[in-house]
């Protein structure tokens, strides 16, 4: 039987990362064809791969201060390094996000990396099942069984079946007696109820720079209207921290005082969405019967046409769901892993890493940054055990 120092499940970021950082024979395993699949369509295709700005307050988890140790151990110009010495190009955009030119050069990066440190690929590979034994573990795949003195599991979130994603980490841990927090998509659009859907379906396709709040998170960014809902930059981050039934509230004009203009424009036959500033019909379709010559207007109808504009509120319906969601916000309780080397507590030499984790980053590179960081840390630990 074939027999290694470690067997990393999950050819993805934090697997990939992982293997690339320390060198000992291993193998890693994945269902899907091609390594680094997510990786490669992230951010559109350029991979938002980590941010200037990183810090504990950046991530949602059970346990706020878990994610310390591996953010301090692993920073951003760690990863800038790593790229500069490798000649590939990358560019900053707005609140220091930094993304590839290619996501595709990104994962030639990490697969190179890892091949350069021992490793072994054995990819349209499905792991089934994993045993601990008195040495090591028993790791059953699609293609036979191996042996691995440590195991790493890097298998992601529930998000995006299409591109791999599985249960089998989760109910791998359950099997090892872990707890697992509630978990929910997240950085996904979010749905209006069914009667909103109709009366806002003709806006699909429109987007605008709106601040969306839940609760006290506020972000101010672009919002994009779909056929199902709300979705864009602003909403994705929000969805990260909205709860079921909560309220949502949308300023479709920020840093507008609504009223003023509205005031400025009180006496002539002019109708609201001739006088504020949204694009194309967008104005007339959110407004609706609202839409009125300002000069008709009683104070209620104005107070109704600002509360529309500036303070929307509406309760999702739901979210996009795991086909549309960027990340799976809540995974396997942290308080079970040792917050510096990721090896589980209980089981001796199986270690956890990436998105499976009860850690969610924020939109913006976060979630990446948080892959590479933990692939650090495990590979860190498992380089002195060889
Ligand atoms: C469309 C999209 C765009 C994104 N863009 C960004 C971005 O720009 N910046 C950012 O920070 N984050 C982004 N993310 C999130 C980021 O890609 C993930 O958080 C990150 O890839 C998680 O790394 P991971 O190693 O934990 O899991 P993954 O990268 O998902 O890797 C897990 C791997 O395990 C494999 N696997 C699962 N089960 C099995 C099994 N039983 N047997 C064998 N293999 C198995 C899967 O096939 C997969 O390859 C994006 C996500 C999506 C879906």
Aim: glycine letters at 10%.
């Amino acid at each position: 039987m074939l027999t290694y120092h470690t067997a990393i499940i999950g050819a993805g970021a934090s697997g990939l990362f992982c293997a690339g950082s320390f060198n000992a024979p291993k193998i890693i395993l994945d269902h899907n064809k091609l390594p680094g699949v997510k990786v490669g369509v992230s951010g559109g295709g350029k991979c938002n791969f980590t941010n200037r700005f990183i810090s504990a307050t950046d991530y949602v988890s059970l346990r706020k201060h878990f994610c310390k140790n591996a953010l301090a151990a692993f920073k951003p110009t760690d990863f800038i390094e790593l790229l500069d010495e490798n000649k590939i190009p990358y560019e900053e955009r707005a609140k220091g996000q930094l993304f590839a030119k290619d996501a595709q050069e990104i994962v030639r990066f990490l697969v190179k990396r890892a091949q350069q440190a021992n490793t072994d690929f054995s990819l349209a590979t499905e792991v089934l099942d994993i045993k601990k034994m008195e040495h090591g573990f028993l790791v059953r795949t699609s293609g036979g069984t191996l042996q691995a003195e440590h195991v790493v599991l890097a298998t992601g979130g529930l998000s995006y079946p299409s591109l791999g994603a599985s249960s089998f980490g989760l109910q791998l841990a359950k099997k090892f007696g872990l707890h697992i927090t509630e978990q929910r998509p997240a950085l996904c659009g979010l749905t209006f109820p069914k009667e909103m859907r109709k009366t806002y379906k003709i806006l699909a396709g429109n987007s605008v720079l709106a601040a969306v709040q839940t609760g006290k998170h506020l972000f101010t960014d672009q919002l994009l209207f779909t056929h199902e809902g709300i979705s864009g930059p602003a909403v994705l981050s929000t969805s990260l921290y909205w709860q079921e039934g909560n309220p949502v509230q949308i300023n479709f004009l920020p840093n507008i005082d609504v009223e003023k203009i509205l005031v400025q424009h009180k006496q002539t036959n002019k109708k609201v969405s001739s006088v504020i500033n949204l694009p194309g019909h967008m104005a007339q379709n959110l407004l609706g019967p609202l839409d009125q010559p300002l000069a008709n207007m009683t104070k209620s109808n104005f107070q109704a046409v600002i509360k529309h504009l500036s303070a929307f509120e509406f309760i999702p319906a739901g979210t996009a769901g795991y086909t549309k969601a960027e990340v799976t916000a809540g995974g396997i309780d942290t308080q079970a892993i040792n917050p510096t080397t990721f090896e589980t507590k209980k089981i001796p030499g199986l270690y956890i890493i990436g998105e499976i984790l009860d850690v969610t980053g924020r939109l913006g590179g976060f979630n990446l940054h948080w892959a590479w960081a933990n692939g650090y840390c495990a590979a860190k630990d498992l380089s002195k055990k060889f």
